[in-house]
């Protein structure tokens, strides 16, 4: 008795596939021909936000750091807070890449390999911000665990130390298990090419021949990085949040900051994965392997982590409350306070984090394009706010009042901003136009094999 | 019956006429009630602390089962909301569990009208020492505690909000049932228990109810995931953490309540495992089912070693006083650091251990065991928060205490194996018309290829 059909028109597992292998190949290799216009209009323009910020890196370089808003005791700025914003936007791949491969998810397919290349790129350029935020940017090499000529080692107690460690892992493990998921798709990309090209594809390859042996050795270690790299996901931004709440900072020391700050990265990342593949999906005509399908689930992970982070800014308000300590009631109460300094940081942080993305629930707007795109936006506008509101407010309202100030960035910290959002934007189109930036091995997997008889 | 499922669910159905929870089982757990009682009155009238300690126990056993009997409505609105295959062959029996909640709202009546004289804060309390002052230390800050922690509106609340929560869990519950019940009605005929009717109020329309049913229960699911963070964190922050007036963490009403559904996930391994034959269900419960609960419960073990790491770390490494009285007392002092030591064994090293096997999240019984060892350690965590802030002696050496406790607790779960088991004996033990009971079509198509290949 069929009480109702298990795979119906509007069932979200419903699958959205190609109809050959060789359809598959031919349409994402298709991005390899000649540049469309819109995608040379894109680097351009990343080219020259990236070089803007440079020249603005270089102005800093010449003229110390002086040319930021930074004064004390508000040493902390636009560079920690966008430190923070772009790891938190290197989350979102490797949750999709590996966390969803392991509950086998089936919508993760199509967005996967270009949200593995875009926690890549992000955290490629959140590295460049402790680098700026030295000032003395020739002196980063202290970073690394090396003795001076004294033999002294940097604070291995120091939860800065631990960022350093848990950001390279990351970095590693997700550059690693980027490249071993693209193996198989470099070889269709260099079957289906000549000369030089093929000779980058073939040693990029690594030999592939698509042998049993082959794909039973990428299977196992495909599995064993994703259940590596899943941790990580955890750990990395757990790590960064503790560069505030080992600190007795008031507004900054919050047992929940972890699992707060994870679900930040998380929401961030996925609002930003919609933001960059939309346009993508458009621009080399996609639709039939990124599609509403995938930017709905995208919107429901944004609801789930919304959720959580409201849940996370209630427990810090109510918790602050319950407290009776003076110092932690007043931050807050401070933070709150329309008139206050950063009251606009705060009330523009919870309408972009907490409000606008309920218009999600709406099954309408979660599966309409342009309500998409908007609300992406404005996520991953409030994400940045989030760190500006914490860092920044924290710092200008701490334990003595004779130290309260405010910090306003300069348009040479602003220069950077755009200029990092240029170098990130230009890595990803780069490596969209020269690499399957949707999986061609996992696509096929969706395909009807060519069984004879059939 | 069904040509879509892959198995046929009518020895399932006939099952049910005439099920009662097997004997052996009943003797356990009323034998349970029997111990609980004896140890509850125990530490009433033998601890010489006015009842401290045992109505300590009491709050143990009444979170403990909430927590399980909450987290199977959980399990279920986890794959509603999902819209996950893998689990729904266990959805019956978690959401069975729910059965218990009227019973666990009426122990907390029983204990907010007789046990809150174990919070320091209440002017009446039995605690050593009498109440303490909730008045802020600071004449800059602002009044709170005496506000929010008052005996009325303490009680007031948690009635308010449990209920609440109870009541959105049976909406969702009773949409998933009837269309189930109905179908199974018109199989057993006069042999279908006779409350069924209360709800499926005599309909025989198994697609109409079923239709509805769906859409009622994927309706419900923000409305009680929300709802669950919120109360749970409430329960956590009222009844344990106000246990130490002037000790706070945000973070302990997520901790809470991720370890609550924890808890309640292994209580979903051990019955299915347990119940298996009695339930009939054995031809659905497959192996990879078996495998991905224990998968759930690895990911359980490291999600809630890493939410009390991140939770106690900042707490340890700031040491700020008002903040590290709590840990010292239980992680330094020689008269709980065992009992810590054990938590953290039971909760994280052997289930994480012993899980990241792939064999034994395949073998009924050594599973169960796993299953039942986290569900001994959750008692064990809830006890190590509650005990040390009303219990000032050394427990190592207190056999009262330990009878008292575990006794309890005992009592607890006998009580919630009779309501929850007598349930379970007269429910379809499967989501029986649920479309998603079904293989997906592109795991029979992966299926295929392989056998192809």
């Known amino acids: 008795m069929a009480l109702v059909d298990p795979i119906d028109a509007n069932d979200p597992g419903r699958p959205n596939r190609p109809a050959t292998y060789g359809e598959t190949n031919r349409d994402i290799i298709r991005v390899l021909l000649k540049p469309t216009v819109g995608w040379a209009v894109a680097v351009v323009l990343a080219a020259i936000a990236m070089v803007y910020g440079g020249w603005c890196w270089y102005q800093q370089f010449t ?295 309920i218009a999600w629930y709406s099954k309408k707007l979660r599966t309409n394009h342009v309500s998409l795109f908007i609300v992406a936006a404005i996520i991953n506008v409030g994400m940045w706010m989030e760190r500006f509101n914490i860092i920044v407010s924290s710092l200008a309202h701490n334990f003595d009042p004779a130290t309260w100030t405010t910090y306003a960035p300069t348009w040479i910290e602003w220069g950077v901003l755009i200029g990092s959002a240029g170098w990130f934007s230009f890595w990803f189109l780069l490596f969209s136009k020269t690499f399957p930036a949707i999986a061609i091995t996992e696509i096929k997997e969706m395909v009807a094999p060519p069984v004879r008889g059939h | 019956m069904s040509s879509h499922h892959d198995t046929d669910v009518n020895p399932v159905i006939d099952a049910i006429a005439g099920r009662s929870l097997p004997g052996s089982a009943n003797v356990a757990s009323l034998a349970m009630i029997g111990i609980g009682v004896a140890a509850f009155a125990t530490g009433l009238f033998a601890m010489g602390d006015h009842g401290a300690v045992a109505w300590g126990a009491f709050l143990v056993g009444l979170l403990w089962t909430l927590a399980v009997s909450q987290g199977g409505i959980l399990f279920a609105i986890i794959q509603t909301g999902t819209w996950g295959r893998w689990g729904r062959p266990v959805k019956r029996i978690a959401e069975s569990f729910a059965f218990f909640l ?192 224990g998968k759930l419960m690895l990911a359980g073990s490291m999600f809630w070693a890493y939410t009390a790491f991140a939770q106690l770390l900042p707490i340890w490494y700031t040491d700020m006083p008002e903040e590290t009285d709590f840990l010292l007392v239980r992680a330094y002092l020689p008269e709980w650091a065992w009992l810590t030591q054990s938590v953290a064994i039971l909760c994280f090293l052997a289930p994480f251990t012993i899980l990241l096997s792939r064999g034994i999240k395949k073998m009924r019984w050594p599973f169960a065991g796993i299953c039942a060892l986290v569900m001994f350690g959750m008692f064990a965590e809830r006890t190590l928060i509650v005990q040390p802030s009303i219990f000032f002696g050394d427990p190592r050496t207190n056999f009262v205490w330990l009878f008292t406790t575990t006794g309890t607790w005992l009592g607890f779960v006998g009580l919630w194996i009779q309501v929850v088991g007598r349930a379970l004996a007269q429910l379809p033990p499967l989501v029986l018309t649920d479309p998603y009971l079904e293989t997906h079509p592109w795991d029979v198509h992966v299926h295929s290829a392989d056998a192809a290949h």
């Open chain 1, 63 to 357: 003229w110390g750091m002086g040319v930021s808003g930074y004064h004390p005791p508000i040493q902390w700025g636009v560079y920690i807070v966008t430190f923070v914003f772009w790891i938190g936007i290197g989350h979102a791949g490797t949750l999709i890449s590996a966390i969803l491969f392991l509950v086998r998810s089936r919508w993760r397919t199509g967005v996967y390999r270009a949200s593995e290349a875009m926690t890549v790129f992000a955290v490629m350029t959140a590295l460049l911000f402790p680098v700026l935020h030295l000032g003395r940017c020739w002196q980063a090499y202290w970073f690394f665990p090396y003795p001076n000529q004294r033999q002294l080692w940097m604070n291995f107690k120091s939860p800065l130390m631990w960022d350093v460690f848990a950001i390279s892992t990351y970095f590693t493990v997700s550059a690693v298990f980027f490249y071993v998921g693209l193996i198989p798709d470099i070889a269709v990309f260099r079957d289906h090419s000549r000369g030089l090209v093929r000779r980058v594809y073939g040693v990029l390859s690594v030999g592939w021949r698509g042998t049993h042996v082959q794909w039973h050795s990428y299977m196992g270690s495909y599995g064993f990085f994703a259940a590596f790299a899943a941790p990580l996901v955890l750990s990395v931004h757990s790590v960064v949040s503790w560069d505030f709440a080992m600190a007795p900072t008031p507004g900054w020391h919050s047992t929940i900051f972890p699992p707060y700050f994870v679900a930040g990265a998380i929401f961030s990342g996925c609002a930003m994965v919609i933001s960059l593949l939309m346009p993508m999906a458009y621009l080399f005509d996609w639709h039939k392997y990124v599609n509403t399908w995938h930017y709905e689930n995208l919107a429901k992970m944004c609801l789930l982590t919304s959720g959580i982070l409201t849940y996370a800014y209630g427990m810090e308000y109510f918790v602050g409350w319950y407290s009776q300590n003076p110092f932690e009631q007043s931050i807050f109460f401070w933070r709150a306070t329309p008139t206050a300094d950063y009251g606009w940081a705060f009330y523009l942080m919870v309408f972009c984090n907490c409000i606008a993305p």
């Open chain 2, 102 to 293: 009227p019973v666990a709202w009426v122990l907390l009546l029983v204990f907010l009208v007789l046990g809150l004289k174990i919070y320091a804060w209440n002017p009446s309390t039995i605690i050593e020492g009498g109440a303490v002052s909730l008045e802020p230390h600071s004449a800059e800050a602002i009044r709170s505690k005496p506000i929010w922690l008052t005996p009325m509106f303490f009680m007031g609340r948690q009635l308010l909000g449990v209920g609440l929560l109870i009541a959105l869990d049976f909406v969702y519950l009773r949409a998933s049932l009837k269309p189930d019940l109905i179908l199974a009605a018109q199989r057993l005929g006069d042999k279908a228990p006779g409350w069924w009717k209360s709800i499926t109020g005599g309909s025989t329309d198994v697609t109409g109810a079923l239709k509805s049913g769906l859409a009622t229960q994927a309706r419900m699911v923000p409305f009680i995931a929300i709802a669950y963070a919120l109360i749970f964190s409430l329960v956590a922050f009222d009844l344990m953490m106000s246990l130490s007036p002037w000790w706070y963490s945000n973070m302990f009403g997520a901790w809470t309540f991720v370890s609550s559904f924890w808890l309640s996930l292994a209580t979903l391994g051990f019955v299915a495992m347990v119940g298996r034959d009695w339930l009939k269900i054995g031809p659905f419960l497959k192996t990879n089912v078996t495998h991905d609960i």
